[in-house]
């Protein structure tokens, strides 16, 4: 398994302004991944955290909205930027080891508020 | 297109009364199947990995099963501890290491 952080934990912003929620894991992990979950439903991946690149965005994702960096095998950031009450949601960090089989590990995600 | 479906969306169940939740899957060439517990407010907790039909794995009260098409969660004499929404997610055999989850189901277990 991984020990995660993620902060922060939650955070209440302005309508047009940008927040950066980070990701530490205590150990080196092969991947990492951001998800957004709104209220009462599954998650959707954002994108995949790819080390020393240009993350890998999924279908709906930009990066000029969701820009994400991962200088190392620890570390992750993703931003949110412009942000609009649409973008309210909870948003995880996921890390996993392939060498393993390949299960995620999930932090304990940033409950976001956009007013 | 790849698609994971749970049901049921929510279910109550009285202390001890067993059941099981359904993940359904259409994945060109699966890699892995993974069930996941999720608390309100809290990340996805890892319960277990199923790679191959026919392949089971157990934890205490909770009995994952696989098949070509589908996946079961046995859940046996729950306790209200149990109670929380429960994950399916597949990864493909090809490309990322992404996985595609479904939309879960919550479990309520009354006292």
């Known amino acids: 398994s991984a020990v995660i952080s993620q902060k922060p934990s939650r955070d209440i912003c302005q309508r047009g302004t940008s927040l950066t929620i980070q990701c530490q894991v205590d150990?080196?992990?092969?991947?990492m991944f951001w998800y957004r979950q709104q209220p009462g439903q599954s998650l959707t991946l954002i994108a995949t955290a790819n080390q020393g690149s240009e993350a890998t965005y999924e279908s709906g994702f930009v990066i000029d909205k969701f820009p994400i960096s991962r200088p190392n095998l620890t570390f992750s950031t993703l931003t949110v930027s412009n942000m609009s009450p649409e973008d309210s949601s909870i948003y995880l960090c996921s890390v996993g080891r392939v060498e393993t089989g390949g299960e995620a590990f999930f932090g304990q995600g940033t409950r976001l508020t956009v007013v | 297109e790849d698609q994971v479906t749970q049901s049921p969306e929510a279910l109550r169940l009285q202390e001890g009364e067993s059941s099981s939740l359904n993940c359904s899957y259409t994945?060109?060439?699966?890699?892995?199947l993974f069930w996941y517990r999720q608390d309100p407010g809290k990340g996805p907790e890892f319960l277990f990995t199923l790679y191959s039909a026919g392949e089971e794995k157990e934890k205490e009260r909770l009995k994952a099963t696989l098949t070509k098409k589908e996946s079961f969660l046995h859940i046996t004499a729950p306790k209200p501890e149990d109670s929380a929404t429960y994950l399916c997610?597949?990864?493909?055999?090809?490309?990322?290491?992404?996985?595609?989850f479904g939309t879960g189901t919550r479990l309520k277990v009354l006292a």
């Open positions: 150990s080196q992990v092969t991947m």
């Open positions: 997610a597949v990864q493909r055999v090809s490309g990322t290491y992404k996985y595609i």
């Open positions: 994945v060109s060439g699966l890699r892995g």
